[in-house]
């Protein structure tokens, strides 16, 4: 008898067993949701995995869904109040850039506190989300190349602000615009002993940061520090964006990702840009509204009503490209030629400038946010996802400082 209770408790075990690793006769490939874009123009929807089943709805090109399981090729996602299958080859996982807010972050193998670390993370450190679990994170550390989980609690949307530059040799200072009286050496050190890094030109604009023994330390607009004889500049003329309301638009957010590429998705994007050239505006005394400062979607109509009821003096919509070749460049729509073609044409060739990337021009476009706009409007494509060359440029820091710069120019530019 007592061997055969042992070993019915162990049909038992492998019965449970295989109901818990297996559905339909299938193994699940996974445990956590993450969100996929379509990439067809129309793709079925499916009752369950494989061709064979009823088509139970369909989804069109570029639409974002939620993936809540994958079995042999096939993709479980929400639809509507339900679930439904589809191929997984239609699918590009829709991922995005966190910032870790605290420190000595821990990086684990299960999404769970017990579960084995596998590295830490510093505070500021970028992660690629790929999914979540719950209150955990599915992250790919790029400067690590390591892949696990971290709670989400400790992930932000925006990047933490740069530390302060300090210089023991200077006396720290309040930041202002200084403006280079003439042709001037641009140098490592407080000196004329020190090396020169560039030459700047009589008119050019910098940011003082610092002083020490008559010289002044500086940054120029790519964010390079540096040393000028303080004798060589003078106090920067008032910023014509002083008093000025912009309305910051960074494009989709919330279930509106956007377009993608390898590496990032378009909404991170747009939001990380939009903060920077917030920044710049803010400290020329503009005043700034951001149609939306987090990962929320925001409608068409609800971003124009911002611009038009906040009177704004410029609304700036920030988006990155994608097409189905081989495409590169900036480039600047507008839609009404009278109100808008100008700061259009100010901001596109000023971006340029700026990232040194393909001039695809300043173009007449219907988009909803600038032809329902009252107000001067204007909307910018800062380069291609889809080229893998030129995405990993333009998702790195210092390329969407240079792009924030191009646009600040552009519109100092056409308001003096």
């Not at 709805?57 to 993936?67: E, N, P």
Request: charged residues 15%.
């Amino acid at each position: 008898m007592k061997a055969a209770s042992f070993v019915s408790r162990i049909i038992c075990f492998l019965v449970i067993f295989t109901l818990f690793v297996s559905i339909d006769g299938h193994r699940a490939e996974a445990a956590y949701t993450y969100q996929g874009k379509v990439n067809v123009d129309s793709l079925n929807v499916r009752s369950n995995a494989g061709t064979s089943y009823a088509i139970i709805g369909k989804l069109k090109k570029d639409q974002v869904v939620t993936v809540y399981e994958n079995r042999q090729g096939w993709s479980k996602i929400a639809f509507g109040q339900k679930y439904g299958w589809v191929s997984s080859q239609f699918l590009i996982n829709v991922t995005w850039t966190g910032y870790v807010t605290g420190t000595n972050l821990n990086v684990r193998k299960s999404p769970s506190a017990t579960a084995g670390i596998l590295t830490q993370l510093g505070k500021g450190t970028a992660v690629t989300v790929q999914g979540k679990d719950g209150s955990w994170l599915k992250v790919y550390i790029p400067s690590k190349k390591v892949t696990g989980w971290v709670h989400g609690d400790y992930i932000s949307n925006n990047p933490a602000a740069p530390a302060p530059t300090v210089t023991t040799a200077a006396t720290k200072v309040a930041t202002t615009q200084v403006v280079l009286l003439e042709n001037s050496n641009f140098r490592k050190g407080p000196g004329t002993n020190y090396g020169s890094i560039s030459i700047e030109k009589a008119g050019t604009l910098l940011t003082k940061i610092g002083e020490s023994n008559g010289w002044i330390q500086a940054k120029r607009a790519d964010g390079v520090t540096g040393w000028v004889a303080g004798w060589l500049v003078g106090a920067a003329p008032s910023s014509p964006l002083k008093g000025k309301t912009i309305v910051i638009d960074p494009g989709h957010g919330g279930v509106d990702g956007g377009a993608s590429g390898r590496l990032y998705v378009e909404k991170r994007l747009t939001l990380n840009a939009a903060v920077e050239l917030g920044s710049l505006l803010q400290k020329a005394g503009a005043k700034v509204i951001y149609t939306r400062s987090s990962d929320l979607y925001v409608s068409l109509n609800q971003r124009v009503a911002i611009s038009n009821q906040s009177n704004a003096h410029a609304f700036i919509s920030i988006h990155y490209n994608s097409c189905s070749g081989v495409c590169s460049g900036i480039e600047t729509f507008y839609y009404n030629m009278a109100k808008d073609s100008a700061m259009a044409r100010s901001i596109q060739s000023n971006l340029v400038k700026s990232t040194q990337l393909r001039d695809r021009g300043t173009k007449y476009g219907t988009y909803q946010v600038i032809r329902n706009n009252q107000r001067p409007a204007a909307l910018v494509e800062l380069g291609f996802l889809s080229n893998p060359t030129e995405e990993s440029l333009i998702g790195t820091s210092a390329h969407q400082k240079k792009a924030a710069q191009g646009i600040y120019n552009g519109l100092a530019a056409f308001f003096k």
